[in-house]
């Protein structure tokens, strides 16, 4: 594995948008008792499902700790890879790489496609105080490990940030938020303005579009844009909404409404904003929250939490998307039918069970992770 000097943008990198072709898909394995409920057992199920689901449109690769390869292996279909490593916790969107894709020039003057990844730094969501756990050691490592894997160059970089916390278009603009990236438990020492200027040198783009905050209740990431927002193309956005003017997460939606209806784009587009209602409120059951060993080692799951539920925390396949359902059948179907219509050269596939992931703090695009396929066009 090369290290790289210097920042992606300065060789010609860029993070594609992830509607662009993928060679596979990288996944973790859960199985934290103190995270998964029931030993992680019907978290397991549900991380069968979406990798089942994504391996009609692309390869999945599943990782999985020494402990659990074997049951892991038993679970999922024969041609989805499993392959051994440990970490803490199986977010892969926060602890694994960030791909970044380029066209550069080799000695003969001829054009190499090439594909990197970033390191970043990761601080389990907040650190030792405010963190969802104390030790996140190994999970420093999975980047590393992945690219070593594939054989491909590393962007090592000191500041935390988490895959989850950034949505690009491919054509220079990237989505955050404020509630996050600026938190004081993630860079304190570093200015809006300077992290601006890190996510321009490593991700290649050239706009920020800042909004306030991410879905209400989703204090374990506080607040990633994956949840609340998303290109669905260059132009357009998805934004988690919901109609009830008494739900908290009116005032977060209305909010992100009027600054992405009053922006552009980094090429100067005004951009479309599609509505993608959240199903309930739903919250942790009793019975859901007796399953989690609550041993002190991993932020607490009370029951009567609210679950940081959204159907914009999709995954985007080759030619498919895999939305996660949560057993609310209006919004669930809902959801379906805006997506198809967003997305028409795709199949929309709804993944049940996803209420299981949500419980541990994520979903979809949470414990997914694109690997960009080899590019065929220079970088603009």
Not at 236 to 261: G, K, N
Request: proline share 7%; aromatic share 8%; hydrophobic share 35%.
């Amino acid at each position: 594995m090369v290290e790289m000097k210097g920042t992606p943008a300065e060789h010609g990198f860029y993070m594609p948008a992830e509607w662009e072709p993928h060679s596979q898909c990288w996944m973790g394995w859960p199985e934290r008792p103190d995270n998964w409920r029931d030993n992680a057992v019907p978290g397991q199920s549900a991380f069968v499902k979406v990798a089942a689901a994504i391996s009609k449109f692309e390869p999945v690769t599943v990782c999985a700790s020494p402990a659990e390869w074997e049951n892991a292996r038993s679970q999922l279909p024969d041609h989805i890879r499993v392959i051994e490593m440990s970490m803490n916790d199986s977010w892969f969107r926060d602890c694994g790489p960030t791909f970044v894709i380029a066209k550069c020039k080799s000695n003969s003057g001829a054009l190499e496609p090439k594909v990197a990844g970033i390191d970043w730094n990761f601080n389990s969501w907040g650190g030792v105080d405010d963190g969802c756990y104390e030790d996140w050691s190994l999970d420093l490592l999975v980047t590393r490990k992945i690219l070593g894997i594939e054989k491909l160059p590393r962007f090592p970089h000191s500041m935390i940030l988490e895959g989850g916390s950034i949505h690009v278009d491919g054509e220079g603009t990237c989505l955050t938020t404020e509630e996050c990236l600026l938190n004081k438990n993630r860079n304190p020492h570093m200015t809006k303005e300077q992290i601006e200027d890190e996510l321009k040198a490593y991700l290649g783009v050239s706009k920020i579009i800042w909004l306030p905050h991410g879905l209400y209740g989703d204090e374990d990431t506080n607040g990633h844009i994956d949840n609340m927002c998303c290109f669905a193309k260059p132009g357009v956005v998805l934004l988690s909404w919901t109609d009830d003017e008494t739900d908290p997460q009116f005032e977060r939606s209305a909010e992100a409404f009027s600054i992405l209806s009053n922006t552009t784009d980094a090429r100067g587009r005004k951009l479309e904003i599609i509505k993608l209602h959240v199903p309930g409120p739903l919250y942790m059951t009793d019975e859901e929250a007796n399953g989690i060993n609550q041993d002190g080692n991993a932020k607490p799951r009370p029951p009567g939490t609210r679950l940081a539920a959204s159907y914009v925390n999709f995954y985007t396949a080759n030619g498919g998307i895999i939305t996660p359902e949560f057993g609310d059948r209006k919004w669930d179907d809902e959801a379906v039918r805006v997506l198809s219509q967003t997305f028409p050269d795709h199949k929309v596939v709804r993944v049940e069970g996803a209420r299981e992931i949500v419980l541990a703090g994520g979903n979809i695009h949470c414990i997914t992770q694109q690997q960009p396929a080899v590019p065929t066009r220079a970088a603009e």
